[in-house]
């Protein structure tokens, strides 16, 4: 999919938003998605993102397709790994939907990425935090400037 030019200095491509200074500069906004089967070895997912370095974290959200099944969990939390270690959230539900999400801390220097970041989402708070089945959606947004 091309850009389109809503107005001097604004275009948008499939997936981003970018805002131009001039020629030279731009802010990008971002949303990406990833789609992943829990892990039904560990309590532990981790979750392909590849967010850029010098990226800042905006927010996220966290729903299943498919509900975690075999476990007593009582808290799933979302953390971002590699370029940064911030938790951006917790829930408490594991059924079909959406169960959780919501905006960052902005002046926190841990929404800075330093570099590639990926995340991890993990089942606590039970006897048995070792899904049998389930599959979790995250989405996160974050901006960038080049």
């Given at each position: 999919m091309g850009q389109y030019k809503f107005r001097?200095?604004?275009?948008?491509?499939?997936g981003a938003l970018k805002v131009y200074?001039?020629?030279t500069f731009f802010l990008q906004r971002k949303i990406v998605k990833a789609?992943?089967?829990l892990d039904t070895g560990d309590?532990?997912?981790?979750?392909?993102?590849?967010?850029?370095?010098?990226?800042?974290?905006?927010?996220?959200?966290?729903?299943?397709?498919?509900?975690?099944?075999?476990?007593?969990s009582t808290t799933g939390t979302l953390a971002l790994t590699g370029g940064s270690t911030a938790t951006l959230g917790t829930v408490s539900a594991f059924t079909a939907g959406r169960v959780g999400g919501g905006l960052t801390d902005l002046s926190a220097a841990s929404m800075l990425t330093t570099a590639t970041t990926q995340a991890t989402f993990t089942l606590s708070g039970g006897s048995d935090n070792t899904p049998t089945a389930g599959t979790v959606v995250i989405v996160v947004a974050y901006d960038t400037v080049s």
């Open positions: 001097s200095g604004t275009t948008v491509a499939a200074a001039d020629d789609t992943t089967d309590a532990e997912t981790a979750i392909t993102l590849a967010i850029p370095a010098s990226a800042r974290i905006l927010g996220y959200g966290v729903a299943f397709d498919t509900a975690a099944a075999g476990i007593d």
